[in-house]
């Protein structure tokens, strides 16, 4: 029955492309953005059962809209994105990015993933479902990312064989124990073993013998490209290039002149990795990162082909990226190429946003994972970070980049204790394991934040989603970890012992349930109390949820203590394991 009715679509698609029967609605007057050769072509736009029929001269239709000689183009993909990271339940997540124009979002969900295992996937996947863009899964390949931490759940070869069984799942998303690769670990690669889709790579820095080692496995992309010529050799021998610009992470400008070249451009596409609520309302998604290219000298039709057809190609999915037969109706319109504000946007030929506001309505919420928090017990001398030595490892923040550098410091204590030395901008740094009352508490020191006062901490700290804390004291550390437990997750800033701004997370501790303006407005009202603690950073918060993220050079802090990622090992240094028991 079912290839029945698939075939009676077809029939009909082509009755429509031919002319001979009325299309369901027909775009007249546009000017369509060819992604296939760069062209704009004067054309009407037939569609039929929310596809594409035909491009041309087209008039028997149900329903017509003059497009009056504007843009038409197909909707963007953001081919690398961690929704979670928005700090938004799924629907309100739609309801940020479909009147921006992405239409198509590639996801792996190891946020919520690293906490709630299969059951976060299947929250998200739910819920997507009922929503008005095309979410397409990577199966985490990294729950947890390392052994170099704790997390909440495990995400096992056959787990993702299961996983791969879904029509949203199109792939293994990207694959950061690069070391387990390289050194051919039979857990990572019975992983890639498993798929015969797209593989997402991870691998800052690596090149030359290993990066050939890494290819050979089966991996094509890479997002962690930071300069030019790391990006250079990467795509000569295969990959292809996300090219980064997110919240913290950006990477647009220096990967820039690969977008500009002629023999390499088609292997590169636009992501955003991790984009917060605050800049999705503010700035956009996929279309400020194309708006910002087109300002640094970019072509408009090439930014076009670099968030469409080419990240369609990559993926896998040929009715996507394009306004042409066959291709789903995912469409956007546009009066300027450079501005990219949307006047209209379809999905499957449905009009779903009008002048940026959505026009369609949430799902019920029904289920959600707020029994995630269980950090084991602590108490102030919990943070006492003690002193072997006249110097100690101190991580140092890049502003820009998710990267750190690893420095050895001169500190200061009082008798044995190191304590926060705010003239030199050294701070301290915790990450408290909230999966499974362990009491594990890794310390450490860390440079670059700016406070003078007060305390930062968060839930949202990959990849395992321990609550990672900064701070001038342990008093107000304490405080701001001991109201992140108790809102079931979220950010907080706290000095003299109170908290003075919050965002409550309590889905997986990563999602909020309130609406985008609410989410927004209490994330500013957080960003400003820790520009008033003296942080100098533009996204503190952002900036703090990647120090526990151990597969990011040079020098990480998780739960069971400071990582020399470059080793690839606990440096024995900073770790309270059990501390809290």
């Keep these: 029955m079912a290839s029945k009715r698939g075939v009676a679509r077809l029939a009909r698609l082509i009755g429509t492309a031919r002319g001979e029967q009325p299309a369901d609605l027909v775009l007249s007057n546009a000017r369509v953005v060819n992604v296939f050769t760069g062209e704009l072509e004067r054309a009407s736009v037939a569609i039929a059962g929310g596809v594409i029929a035909g491009v041309g001269d087209y008039t028997r239709t149900r329903k017509v809209i003059d497009l009056k000689g504007k843009y038409l183009l197909p909707g963007f993909i953001n081919g690398h994105t961690h929704i979670e990271s928005s700090m938004l339940s799924p629907g309100q997540y739609a309801r940020a990015v479909v009147p921006r124009g992405t239409t198509g979002v590639v996801t792996d969900l190891h946020e919520i993933a690293n906490v709630a295992g299969l059951r976060g996937i299947r929250y998200v996947l739910g819920r997507a479902r009922r929503l008005p863009f095309e979410l397409f899964l990577m199966a985490p390949s990294c729950v947890p990312a390392t052994h170099l931490e704790t997390s909440g759940a495990t995400i096992t070869a056959g787990d993702i064989r299961r996983l ?5 799942v199109i792939g293994i998303g990207e694959v950061m124990n690069f070391p387990g690769v390289i050194g051919a670990s039979e857990s990572v690669l019975s992983k890639i073993n498993a798929v015969s889709g797209a593989v997402d790579g991870h691998a800052p820095g ?9 290819l050979a496995a089966g991996i094509r992309s890479d997002h962690e490209s930071v300069s030019l010529e790391e990006a250079r050799e990467k795509a000569r021998r295969g990959m292809f290039i996300m090219i980064r610009e997110g919240s913290s992470e950006k990477n647009l400008q220096a990967l820039l002149p690969l977008a500009n070249d002629d023999k390499i451009y088609q292997r590169c596409f636009f992501v955003v990795d991790d984009r917060s609520c605050r800049d999705l309302a503010r700035d956009g998604d996929i279309d400020a990162v194309l708006r910002k290219a087109i300002r640094l000298g970019l072509d408009p039709v090439r930014a076009i082909q670099m968030a469409t057809i080419i990240p369609a190609r990559y993926f896998g999915q040929n009715r996507l990226g394009a306004v042409a037969p066959g291709y789903l109706a995912n469409l956007l319109v546009t009066d300027d190429l450079s501005a990219l504000e949307m006047a209209m946007v379809f999905h499957r030929g449905r009009l779903v946003a009008k002048k940026g506001k959505p026009l369609f309505r949430l799902p019920p919420d029904d289920e959600a994972l707020t029994d995630t928090m269980r950090p084991g017990f602590i108490t102030q001398e919990s943070f006492e970070l003690l002193a072997d030595g006249r110097t100690f490892p101190v991580i140092e923040v890049v502003p820009g980049q998710i990267i750190t550098r690893k420095r050895e410091e001169t500190v200061k204590a009082v008798g044995s204790v190191i304590v926060a030395d705010t003239e030199r901008d050294i701070l301290k740094l915790a990450v408290v394991e909230r999966h499974k009352a362990t009491g594990n508490i890794g310390l450490g020191l860390v440079k670059g934040f700016g406070l003078k006062r007060g305390a930062l901490a968060s839930s949202v700290a990959h990849d395992s989603h321990n609550i990672v804390a900064v701070g001038t004291n342990d008093r107000d550390i304490l405080t701001a970890v001991a109201a992140v437990a108790r809102l079931g997750g979220g950010l907080v800033a706290a000095s003299s012992g109170k908290v003075l701004a919050s965002v409550a997370l309590p889905i997986a501790g990563l999602l909020s349930p309130e609406p985008l303006e609410a989410v927004v407005a209490r994330v500013e009202r957080l960003e400003g109390a820790a520009r008033e603690l ?23 802090l998780t739960d069971l203590g400071l990582v020399d990622v470059g080793r690839f090992e606990l440096l024995g240094r900073g770790g309270r394991v059990g501390k809290g028991n």
């Design 164 to 168: 791969l069984k879904l029509r949203q």
């Design 206 to 214: 690596l090149g030359g013998r290993d990066l050939n080692a890494y």
């Design 534 to 556: 003296g942080a100098t950073l533009a996204s503190p918060f952002a900036a703090l949820s990647f120090l526990a993220l151990p597969v990011i050079p040079e020098l990480r």
